[in-house]
């Protein structure tokens, strides 16, 4: 059992409202160097996230032959630069809903702002992804050093954000990632489906991010294997309009936030770590 081809989509993701600073000007650095955070999904080709031809012999229950992504939506909650990453403790899905429910409470709980080991760039930001050019997430400027870690927080969008900032989708309230495209079965039936998850989580994305003092406009770019959220541990393509498959989407996403995540400087904007 084995999917034959993956052809995934340099998939970007598009700020729709965030905390942060407008991502269509540059911020007023003074000298700082600026930061400019882009993401794409893993592989090459055009087109969208395709998985194709499974062969599926190992039991009764009936498999589906291809699937195909054309757009995905997630919520990040928070972007933060750390150094020493390998201290911070990454918590779990129950841990990071009782530490927003927290911050509900008390207001601003989780920190803001920028020292000479943690830059905090404040969302939420809508990820939309669509096509196969690189697009900028987040801009910011940001003290010189080395920071070897990235952390980020994938959190359900909440009434409160809306609030906060009314152009956000209030058709994302109660999700942190919708995922859309279609499934063939083994007759060559083609069927939309629209997967959709309220998968609260941290992840960390580590790596030498260095930022010299005499850098004016520093480019990374983050990766996501977007094919891998839908393959089972066994090598059979799930099935998102199959409740028990909607499931192990969910587990696969979540140790590919933790095992399938790339980031890196992307100085020729290609939309691959260099």
């Known amino acids: 059992m084995r999917i034959r081809d993956v052809v995934a989509c340099a998939f970007v993701l598009g700020m729709v409202g965030s905390g942060c600073k407008d991502s269509t000007s540059e911020p007023d650095a003074g000298g700082t160097p600026i930061v400019q955070l882009t993401a794409a999904a893993s592989g090459g080709g055009g087109g969208p996230v395709y998985i194709a031809k499974l062969s599926f012999s190992g039991g009764s229950r009936s498999a589906i032959d291809s699937l195909r992504v054309s757009g995905a939506l997630i919520v990040l909650k928070d972007i933060v630069f750390k150094a020493a990453i390998d201290t911070v403790k990454v918590r779990d899905s129950v841990e990071t809903e009782r530490w927003y429910k927290l911050e509900d409470v008390f207001g601003g709980i989780h920190g803001h702002g920028k020292d000479s080991n943690r830059v905090h760039f404040k969302g939420p930001f809508i990820v939309a992804l669509q096509d196969t050019t690189?697009?900028?997430?987040?801009?910011?400027?940001?003290?010189?050093?080395?920071?070897?870690?990235?952390?980020?927080?994938?959190?359900?969008?909440?009434?409160?954000?809306?609030?906060?900032?009314?152009?956000?989708?209030?058709?994302?309230?109660?999700?942190?990632?919708?995922?859309?495209?279609?499934?063939?079965?083994?007759?060559?039936?083609?069927?939309?489906?629209?997967?959709?998850?309220?998968?609260?989580?941290?992840?960390?994305?580590?790596?030498?991010?260095?930022?010299?003092?005499?850098?004016?406009?520093?480019?990374?770019?983050?990766?996501?294997?977007i094919a891998s959220w839908f393959k089972a541990p066994d090598g059979r393509i799930l099935d998102p309009n199959d409740s028990h498959d909607q499931r192990w989407i969910r587990y696969a996403i979540k140790a590919s936030l933790h095992g399938g995540i790339r980031c890196g400087r992307d100085w020729n904007h290609d939309g691959d770590p260099d």
């Open 134 to 225: 690189p697009v900028q997430v987040a801009l910011d400027t940001i003290p010189p050093g080395t920071y070897n870690g990235i952390r980020f927080h994938i959190h359900k969008l909440r009434t409160k954000d809306l609030q906060q900032n009314s152009s956000l989708p209030d058709t994302l309230v109660g999700y942190s990632m919708v995922v859309t495209g279609s499934v063939r079965d083994t007759t060559g039936t083609w069927t939309d489906f629209v997967y959709k998850s309220d998968i609260n989580e941290e992840f960390k994305a580590k790596g030498d991010f260095v930022v010299a003092p005499g850098d004016k406009l520093v480019p990374y770019v983050l990766k996501f294997d």
